[in-house]
């Protein structure tokens, strides 16, 4: 069974800290990464998508990709109030079926 | 405007009366896909489409059916609904190339089973 683990917190952060997500998964034919923010009772949306080892950056987000430890982490500088919501992190591998899976989420709250 | 639409927003029916799901993009998407999201499960697939007339069973199939006829279009039905998929469901689209690219999501419908 092809997972994604997610540590479901609450993450909780006061404003302006910076907020660390992180996530694994088994599936070492996995190829692209996600993350997907969720407010209460309304769809995902991309937050953030990489596909290579490293680093990627836009705005106050910075995605980290790790395929030799299976390691997908999302960072958020400056939190803001805003940001509070649940950070769903999702795989997409072409082996065995053109697939997605997603985490289970982890909640953020950053306190005023 | 690019959109993914889901109908009804809400739904409560009783159970073994069937029900249909709709889902439609107006982004000519080739991948179409269903999830439901239930408290501490996450998102789980249940059937994905990558083109008209081909689908394919998620992690969670059973008690649904799917049909892709038309490329804008993905309902998903359920024959006999029973209390346990009593769920948040989402319909989703995008347009991969080569590998599985961002999806975007319908507003969801809320199914309640009784």
């Known amino acids: 069974q092809k997972e994604v683990e997610q540590n479901s917190g609450p993450l909780s952060v006061p404003e302006g800290a910076i907020a660390s997500l992180n996530c694994t998964y088994s599936?070492?034919?996995?190829?692209?990464f996600f993350w997907y923010r969720q407010y209460s009772g309304k769809s995902p949306e991309l937050i953030m998508s990489?596909?290579?080892?490293g680093d990627k950056e836009d705005g106050r987000f910075t995605a980290q990709l790790n395929k030799a430890s299976q390691y997908v982490s999302l960072l958020i500088r400056d939190s803001q109030p805003s940001d509070s919501a649940t950070y769903l992190c999702?795989?997409?591998?072409?082996?065995?079926?053109?697939?997605?899976?997603f985490g289970a989420g982890t909640r953020l709250f950053v306190k005023a | 405007e690019a959109q993914v639409t889901q109908n009804p927003r809400y739904l409560i029916t009783v159970t073994g009366k069937k029900l249909t799901v709709t889902c439609s993009q107006n982004?000519?998407?080739?991948?179409m896909s269903w999830y439901r999201q239930d408290p501490g499960l996450g998102l789980r697939q249940i059937y994905y489409?990558?083109?008209?007339?081909?689908?394919d069973k998620g992690d969670v199939p059973e008690g649904y059916k799917v049909s892709r006829k038309e490329k804008r279009n993905f309902p998903l039905i359920l024959e006999s609904p029973s209390p346990n998929q009593t769920s948040l469901y989402f319909c989703?689209?995008?347009?991969?190339?080569?590998?599985?690219?961002?999806?975007?999501f319908g507003p969801g419908t809320r199914l309640t089973v009784l």
């Open positions: 989703a689209s995008s347009s991969p190339g080569s590998v599985p690219d961002t999806q975007y």
């Open positions: 489409s990558m083109n008209v007339e081909v689908t």
């Open positions: 599936d070492r034919g996995s190829q692209s």
């Open positions: 982004m000519n998407h080739e991948y």
């Open positions: 999702a795989v997409g591998a072409n082996t065995g079926g053109f697939k997605t899976i």
């Open positions: 990489i596909y290579s080892n």
